[in-house]
């Protein structure tokens, strides 16, 4: 073992405690993050699903209860949208789907146009207590053309 007198041990030293120290701050802080994320999962008890478009397409065409949720802002939703779609933009779901989603138990399928809004308003949803929520991505790549308008 070589031990190091003087400065040059005292250097070393401070830079193995300040090493230390960075992953010491890494650990704690990768522990409460992931902590957080997963006691937020726990209270909600809920967590979306992707859906095909083919699984929501059977859905859409069955007997069940289901809100379809177009999520995209209201000049896009004006443009097209999948038939019986409700408009709900992303950034107003926090102040209105208790008024257009009346019941937190129906299920609830949401699109955008390229899926990433959509993610993100499932999120948002399953946050406001609603339980049966399903991402069916984007309109952009929905392939059942007839259903459009």
């Known amino acids: 073992m070589i031990f190091l007198g003087g400065n040059k041990g005292k250097m070393l030293r401070k830079i193995f405690i ?6 010491a701050i890494f650990l704690v802080n990768r522990y409460f993050y992931s902590t957080v994320d997963k006691t937020e999962i726990q209270e909600s ?34 443009e ?8 709900l933009p992303l950034a107003e779901i926090e102040d209105r789907a208790n008024d257009v989603i009346v019941s937190k138990e129906v299920i609830i399928l949401v ?11 499932c999120r948002k949803l399953l946050k406001l ?18 259903m459009i308008e």
């Open 80 to 87: 097209n949208k999948i038939k019986e779609a409700i408009s």
């Open 129 to 146: 207590g609603y339980k049966a929520v399903y991402d069916i991505g984007g309109i952009s790549v929905w392939p059942y053309l007839d």
């Open 111 to 121: 699109y955008c146009y390229g899926g990433t809004r959509s993610k993100e308003a």
């Open 45 to 78: 008890n809920a967590s979306y699903k992707k859906l095909t478009a083919e699984e929501a397409k059977e859905i859409i065409e069955g007997k069940q209860d289901f809100i379809l949720l177009d999520v995209r802002r209201i000049e896009e939703y004006s």
């Open 18 to 23: 300040g090493i230390f120290i960075v992953f």
